[in-house]
């Protein structure tokens, strides 16, 4: 079994003085993702591996999940495969990872954060709200066998 993790970043600042990929996390998108990622500790969540976008507010909001679920911050794995991206593109990275992780962390952005997760688990979830976080369970043993069969979704938090 391996167990997927999809969390879009928390909410961020439209300072106009700023590209897209250094938006900073506004003091809400701060609180937000403390207040999911107490919920997941809660539920005994710990991933093996945590992968994030390189823009600024996607990898603060994995910086602050890696905080509040014991993950050591220094482990967490900066992907370009992420920040505009398509689905399918972030679904070959994510079939390349190494078996030995059962559980990954993803963070990332809208829509393709949605759009994997309809793709993954063969429903329809019209959108992400920042922070929010689905758990996604596989019956495989191999990450190249993600997405050959829907998986099972364990939990959706909204991030509000």
Same mark, same amino acid.
């Given at each position: 079994m391996k167990t997927l993790y999809l969390v879009r970043h928390a909410k961020a600042s439209w300072d106009e003085h700023v590209s897209d990929w250094e938006r900073p $996390? @506004? &003091? *809400? +998108? *701060?609180?937000?993702? #403390?207040? *999911?990622a107490r $919920? $997941?500790?809660?539920?005994?969540?710990?991933?093996?591996k945590i992968i994030s976008s390189y823009a600024f507010r996607a990898l603060n909001t994995a910086v602050i999940f890696a905080h509040d679920l014991k993950y050591?911050?220094? !482990?967490?794995?900066?992907?370009?495969?992420?920040?505009?991206?398509?689905a399918i593109d972030i679904l070959?990275?994510?079939?390349? &990872?190494?078996?030995? #992780?059962?559980?990954?962390?993803?963070? +990332? #952005?809208?829509?393709?954060? @949605?759009?994997? !997760?309809?793709m993954l688990t063969r429903k329809l979830l019209l959108k992400f709200s920042t922070s929010s976080t689905? +758990?996604?369970?596989?019956?495989?043993?191999?990450?190249?066998?993600? +997405?050959?069969?829907?998986g099972k979704t364990l939990f959706i938090e909204p991030g509000k």
């Open positions: $996390l @506004t &003091q *809400v +998108g *701060v609180e937000r993702a #403390h207040k *999911v $919920l $997941l500790k809660s539920k005994k969540i710990k991933p093996n050591p911050s220094a !482990y967490i794995e900066v992907n370009q495969s992420i920040y505009e991206k398509r070959d990275m994510l079939r390349k &990872q190494d078996d030995k #992780h059962e559980t990954i962390m993803l963070f +990332g #952005h809208d829509p393709s954060i @949605t759009e994997l !997760y309809n689905a +758990g996604i369970e596989f019956n495989i043993k191999n990450w190249k066998d993600l +997405g050959n069969s829907a």
